[in-house]
C-alpha cells in the first residue's frame, strides 16, 4: 500500500484491542554496572526542588514491587507477540510516526528451552491490603504471579481482573502487615515540560529512579480506542512497564507501558497510561474483575479538508466510515459507508479517536441518539451499543500508462477506467458480486498519483455514490467536476480494505 493510502487509512475498528511494546521482560543475568548506569542515567539539566528528589523517592519507593510471572516459554519472548514486531501492522505505523522507517524493534534476548521461562516487570501498591495495579501484558498468559516487596520480601499474587484495550491489569497479594502505598495524581494538569520521575525494575536489575520531563500530551499511536499516551524523556526500559510515573508531589501521574527503541535501551522515547484514564479502569477491575467496552462494527477515517470539499462538508471534522461490518449495531442501525458521524449521545466528534474513546466508553446494550453528514444533508439515527462478545476485528505495481482500448479516460484527475470482467476478476481474484470500476492506469503527473492510486484497484464509489461500472465512474467524477467541488471523494478496494481517498481535480 502507497504511504499516502496508509496515511488515510485510520481503517480500526472500534474497540479493537490496544498495542503497545511490552516493557516486562525476561530474566537477564550478567548485566555490568557500566550497562546499568548508561541506561539509567538522570537527564542532564534535570533540577529536583529543593536540591534533591530523594523525599520524594523515599516516600513513593517503598510502594513500588517487582512481578515476576512464569509462562509458558513459547509466552516469554513478547518480542515475539509484540505489536512493535517486525511483523505488525503496528511496528510499521509506529514507525511511519516517528519517520524511522527500516529501524528494527529489538526482540528480548533469547531463553534456554525449558516448558517454562520467567518474565519481570513493575506494579504500584494502591491500597494497604494488598492491591497492586500493573499492566496487562506484564502478567498477560502467566500461569502463576510472584510480587517481590521493596524490603524484599516475596509473595504470591492473585488476578484480580484484567483490561487489554487499555493495558492494565489488578492483582492482589495477601501481605502480614498493612503495605506502603501511592496515591493517584491528577494527569489532566500536567503540561509539556513538567517534571517527573519514573520508578520500576528495568533490566531486572532492582528498584530504579529515573527522572526527566513530559515530552508531550495526547500521543495517538493508533493502537486501540484509549490512545491519549503522555510521552516522557525520563529513561525507562524493559522491566519498567507497570511502575509508576509521578509527578514533584510524588503522587502517580501515569503508568509506564511502552518504548520506542531502535537499540534496545532508552532513548528518551517513553510513554505512560494517564492516570485519570487509568483510575476509572483500575476501579472496574477492583469491582468486577472484568469491563465490558461498547462496540459498534465500523472501520473509521479522519475527514481531511479534500474529503470535506469533495462531500459538501463544512469542516474537516467526524470520522468518515470506510466499512461497516454486517449483523453489527452499526449495521442494524443504517450506517453506511460514506456517512461521516459527527455526534454520538449529542457530543460532537471532532475525530476517529473521539469517536473511537466515546463507543468504548458506552455500556453494552446502551441505545444512544447518533448524527451522520449523508449526500449532503445531517441525518439522525439510533443505535444500541454492542459488547465484548460482538467485538471482532477486521483485515486490515505499474504505474505506466498501459490501460486497454476500452478504459474510459478520467483526465480531470488522471486515472483510466475499465469495467470488471471476468478476466479482471480472476486475475485480481475479486468476489463474485464485486461491482465498480477498476483502474487500469494512472498518469505519472496527475493529482491521482499524487493521491496514491495504483492500477487495479477498484473505485467502488464516487462521491458515497456506489458506482458499477467505469461509465458510471466517470460520469459521477465529471458531474462533481461541474458541482464546483475542488475534489473528488472515491471509494477504493484494495484486497480486503476499503479506503476513502479524496482526489482533487487537476488545474491544468
Known amino acids: 500500500m502507497s504511504d499516502i493510502l496508509r496515511k488515510h487509512r485510520l481503517a480500526a475498528l472500534l474497540g479493537a484491542a490496544i ?6 521482560m525476561p530474566v537477564i543475568f550478567g548485566l555490568n554496572a557500566a550497562e546499568a548506569a548508561t541506561d539509567t542515567a538522570p537527564i542532564t539539566g534535570t533540577v529536583a526542588p529543593g ?5 520524594i523517592v523515599a516516600a513513593d519507593k517503598p510502594a513500588v514491587v517487582t512481578i515476576t510471572t512464569v509462562m509458558k516459554a513459547q509466552n516469554a519472548d513478547t518480542g515475539d507477540n509484540s505489536p512493535f514486531s517486525d511483523a505488525s501492522p503496528f511496528d510499521e505505523q509506529f514507525r511511519q510516526f516517528f519517520g524511522q522507517q527500516g529501524i528494527p524493534i529489538p526482540r528480548q534476548m533469547p531463553q534456554r528451552p525449558t516448558p517454562h521461562a520467567e518474565a519481570l516487570g513493575s506494579g504500584f501498591i494502591i491500597a494497604a491490603d494488598g492491591y497492586i495495579v500493573t499492566n496487562n501484558h506484564v502478567i498477560d498468559s502467566a500461569t502463576s504471579i510472584r510480587v517481590t516487596l521493596d524490603d524484599g520480601t516475596e509473595l504470591p499474587a492473585k ?8 493495558d492494565l491489569a489488578v492483582i492482589k497479594i495477601n501481605a502480614p502487615k498493612p503495605l506502603a502505598t501511592v496515591n493517584w495524581g491528577d494527569s489532566d494538569r500536567l503540561n509539556a515540560g513538567d517534571q517527573i520521575l519514573a520508578i520500576g525494575n528495568p533490566f531486572g536489575i532492582g528498584t530504579t529512579v529515573t527522572a526527566g520531563i513530559v515530552s508531550a500530551r495526547g500521543r495517538d499511536l493508533h493502537s ?5 499516551f503522555i510521552q516522557i524523556d525520563a529513561p525507562i526500559n524493559h522491566g519498567n512497564s507497570g511502575g509508576p510515573l509521578v509527578d514533584l508531589q510524588g503522587k502517580v501521574i501515569g503508568i509506564n507501558t511502552a518504548i520506542y527503541s531502535p537499540n534496545g535501551g532508552s532513548v528518551g522515547v517513553g510513554f505512560a497510561i494517564p492516570s485519570d484514564q487509568a483510575q476509572k479502569v483500575v476501579a472496574k477491575l477492583m469491582k468486577d474483575g472484568s469491563i465490558e467496552h461498547g462496540f459498534i462494527g465500523v472501520q473509521i477515517q479522519p475527514v481531511t479538508a479534500d474529503v470535506a470539499s469533495a462531500i459538501g462538508l463544512g469542516r474537516p471534522e467526524g470520522a468518515l466510515v470506510a466499512n461497516v461490518s454486517d449483523d453489527t449495531p452499526a449495521s442494524r442501525a443504517g450506517i453506511e459507508t460514506g456517512d461521516v458521524i459527527t455526534a454520538l449521545g449529542g457530543q460532537e466528534i471532532k475525530s476517529p479517536r ?3 474513546r466515546m463507543v468504548a466508553d458506552l455500556a453494552p446494550g446502551a441505545r444512544e441518539s447518533l448524527t451522520v453528514w449523508r449526500e449532503g444533508e445531517t441525518r439522525d439515527l439510533r443505535i ?6 460482538d467485538d471482532q476485528q477486521q483485515a486490515s505495481a505499474d504505474n505506466g500508462d498501459k490501460s486497454s482500448p476500452a478504459a474510459q479516460r478520467v483526465p480531470t484527475i488522471g486515472v483510466g477506467l475499465g469495467d470488471i470482467t471476468p478476466d479482471v476478476r480472476q486475475a485480481l481474484n475479486l468476489p463474485r458480486r464485486e461491482s465498480g470500476a477498476v483502474i487500469e492506469s494512472v498518469a505519472p503527473d496527475k493529482p491521482a498519483t499524487d493521491a496514491g492510486l495504483q492500477p487495479g484497484d ?3 464509489s464516487v462521491n458515497q455514490r456506489p458506482v458499477k461500472s467505469a461509465k458510471e465512474a466517470k460520469a459521477a467524477v465529471a458531474d462533481a467536476g461541474k458541482a464546483g467541488r475542488k475534489s473528488v471523494l472515491l471509494l477504493i478496494q484494495r484486497g480486503d480494505s476499503q ?3 479524496a482526489v482533487p481535480f487537476s488545474v491544468s
Open 499 to 501: 479506503t476513502f481517498v
Open 159 to 166: 488476578l484480580v481482573g484484567a483490561d487489554p484495550k487499555s
Open 19 to 24: 498495542a503497545v511494546a511490552p516493557l516486562a
Open 51 to 55: 536540591g534533591s528528589f530523594a523525599p
Open 224 to 228: 486501540g480506542p484509549y490512545d491519549d
Open 458 to 460: 477498484i473505485i467502488v
Open 354 to 356: 473521539d469517536l473511537s
Open 384 to 389: 444500541t451499543i454492542g459488547g465484548n462478545q
